[in-house]
C-alpha cells in the first residue's frame, strides 16, 4: 500500500496530518500498538521538521507485509551537519516555533529511537531527505 | 486515579464525552514543551501543560495521550476539542497554576514519569 502526503513549511496546523492517516492504517491493518506507537512519534516528529525547519515537503510511504518505510523529502535550508543535529538538545529553531512547543533538539535523536532504520541526507541550502524503515 | 477525581481536585472543566470519566490515569507529566512529551512512552499518563493549541492535541494523539489538563485558566479551542473528541482524548481546563496543580495531583497520589 502507498500513502502520499505534501507538507508546507511554517503552517503547524498541518504536521501530524500524514502521522495521524498512517496511525489509523496500521490500526485496521492490526500491527502492534507498541510498533504503531514508534512508527507514528517518528513520522510526526519528521513532519514537524519539516514545518519548522523547511519550506515545503513531499512525504511517500509504503506499507509491505512486513514493514513500512517512509521518505520525507523537503525544499529547505538543509542540514549542514548531520552528526550535530543528531545530538540532543542540538536546534536552531526560531522563537515561532519554540512558542509552538518544539525546538528543544529532541526530535532528530527520537526518531532515531523509534525506527529500526533512518538515514538522512541533506544538501545544504536544498534539501533534506529523511528515510525510515519499521519492522512489525 | 480516576479523570473526575483530576478534575475536582483542579476544579477543572472537563470537557470529553461521558464514558471516558470513569478511566484512570497513574502518572503525572507537566510540560509545555511538546518536544519532551514525544520522547515518553508511558501509559495511562496523564499531561499537565499550559501549551494549549492545536498541536498538543496532535502530540496527545501520537504519543497515546488520553487525558490533558490546560492550567494557568488556558481555554481549549473549537478545533481542538473536535478534534480531542475524534481521538477520545479528554480535556481539562484548571484555573489553577501548573505548580499548584502538579502539586494537588501529586499529594493525591499521582505518580511522576521518573
Ligand atoms: N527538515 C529539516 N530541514 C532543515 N533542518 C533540519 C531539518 N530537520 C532538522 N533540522 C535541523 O536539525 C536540528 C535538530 O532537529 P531536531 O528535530 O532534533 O530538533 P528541533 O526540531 O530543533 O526541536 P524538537 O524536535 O525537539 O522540537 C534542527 O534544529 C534543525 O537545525
Ligand atoms: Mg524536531
Not at chain 1, 496546523?13 to 504503531?36: E, F, N
Not at chain 1, 517518528?42 to 513531499?58: D, M
Not at chain 2, 464514558?19 to 512529551?37: K, N
Not at chain 2, 473528541?85 to 514519569?113: D, Q, R, W, Y
Request: proline share 2%.
Amino acid at each position: 500500500m502507498e500513502l502520499n502526503f505534501s507538507i508546507e513549511g511554517g503552517d503547524f496546523t498541518q504536521a501530524g496530518q500524514a502521522s495521524s492517516r498512517v496511525k489509523k492504517v496500521l490500526k485496521q491493518l492490526g500491527v502492534d500498538p507498541k510498533c504503531i506507537k514508534s512508527i507514528v512519534i517518528a513520522l510526526y516528529e519528521a513532519e514537524v521538521n519539516v514545518v519548522a525547519h523547511a519550506h515545503r515537503g513531499q512525504i511517500r510511504i509504503q506499507i509491505e507485509k512486513d514493514k513500512i518505510i517512509t521518505i520525507i523529502e523537503d525544499e529547505g535550508p538543509g542540514i549542514p551537519d548531520i552528526a550535530l543535529a543528531m545530538q540532543e538538545g542540538f536546534s536552531t529553531a526560531s522563537k515561532k516555533v519554540r512558542e509552538m512547543g518544539f525546538g528543544a533538539g529532541m526530535g532528530l535523536p527520537n526518531i532515531k529511537k523509534n525506527t529500526n532504520e533512518l538515514q538522512i541526507d541533506s544538501v545544504v541550502g536544498e534539501s533534506t531527505t529523511v528515510k525510515m524503515v519499521n519492522y512489525f | 486515579m480516576k479523570i473526575s477525581e483530576v478534575s475536582k481536585l483542579l476544579c477543572a472543566k472537563m470537557i470529553c464525552d461521558h464514558q471516558l470519566h470513569a478511566f484512570d490515569v497513574e502518572i503525572g507529566y507537566s510540560s509545555d514543551l511538546m518536544s519532551d512529551v514525544l520522547t515518553l512512552d508511558t501509559d495511562n499518563l496523564l499531561l499537565i501543560t499550559g501549551m494549549c493549541n492545536l498541536q498538543t492535541i496532535r502530540t496527545a494523539e501520537m504519543a497515546d495521550v488520553h487525558a490533558i489538563v490546560f492550567v494557568r485558566n488556558k481555554k481549549a479551542s473549537t478545533e481542538m476539542i473536535a478534534l480531542a473528541k475524534e481521538h477520545g482524548i479528554c480535556i481539562m481546563e484548571s484555573p489553577f497554576t501548573m505548580f499548584k496543580a502538579s502539586g494537588l495531583l501529586f499529594n493525591a497520589g499521582l505518580k511522576p514519569v521518573y
